[in-house]
């Protein structure tokens, strides 16, 4: 099943992120492919101690360039990833991770849709859902503290209201003083 947003401008969200070619090899080890991109914010909101992946993908052929009030203008197909994880002992990131959704922001024309998919217990795939939904999750910290949390997953219409700016949905992380850091991968 795929979902239509927008008709004006045909929109359409793909049923599985697997659709989007986003990982490769086993999707749960969060790998990206060749056009996805690591990319981190100086300023990151809350997000009940989830650990987050960013990602972008620009069209080939095409470049970002920032607006004079600090904005980016992305071109038209670009897509933002976030995905939402908790690992399940902080401390030992190599005992694994518990997936619990992934963010899709998808540049058609003028305007932003956004898809939230959820993943399924065997951590293989994620599916698109419109409705939000609570998930019980329990994790390690690092101090060695055991925690359990009820993680809300936004419905569609959550995800357009944090993100909308004069009735138009946008992305709100990437701007130019928040990707304006150093950064260091291993």
């Known amino acids: 099943t795929t979902v239509l947003l927008s008709s004006a401008n045909n929109i359409v969200l793909l049923p599985n992120l697997s659709d989007y070619g986003i990982f490769g090899g086993k999707h749960s080890d969060l790998i ?5 991109k ?3 914010l100086s300023s990151q909101l809350f997000t009940d101690y989830a650990e987050k992946q960013r990602l972008i993908k620009i069209p080939e052929g095409t470049t970002l360039s920032a607006i004079d009030n600090g904005l980016l203008n992305f071109p038209n197909g670009t897509i933002l990833v976030k ?3 908790y690992y399940h002992d902080k401390r030992d990131p190599s005992k694994g991770k518990k997936i619990i959704e992934t963010r899709l922001l998808i540049k058609s024309g003028a305007h932003w849709n956004v898809g939230t998919y959820q993943w399924n217990d065997a951590q293989t ?3 698109l859902i419109t409705t939000g939904l609570n998930k019980t999750i329990n994790w390690v910290d690092s101090e060695g ?3 359990v949390i009820s993680y809300h997953i936004p419905s569609t219409k959550e995800c357009a209201t944090c993100h909308s700016s004069n009735n ?3 992305p709100i992380g990437p701007k130019v003083r928040n990707l ?3 950064v260091v991968r291993n």
């Open 125 to 127: 795939d994620a599916s």
């Open 32 to 36: 990206p492919t060749n056009d996805f």
């Open 83 to 85: 995905t939402f994880f």
């Open 145 to 147: 503290v055991g925690n």
């Open 168 to 170: 138009t949905v946008i």
């Open 180 to 182: 304006n850091r150093d």
């Open 38 to 40: 690591l990319y981190e």
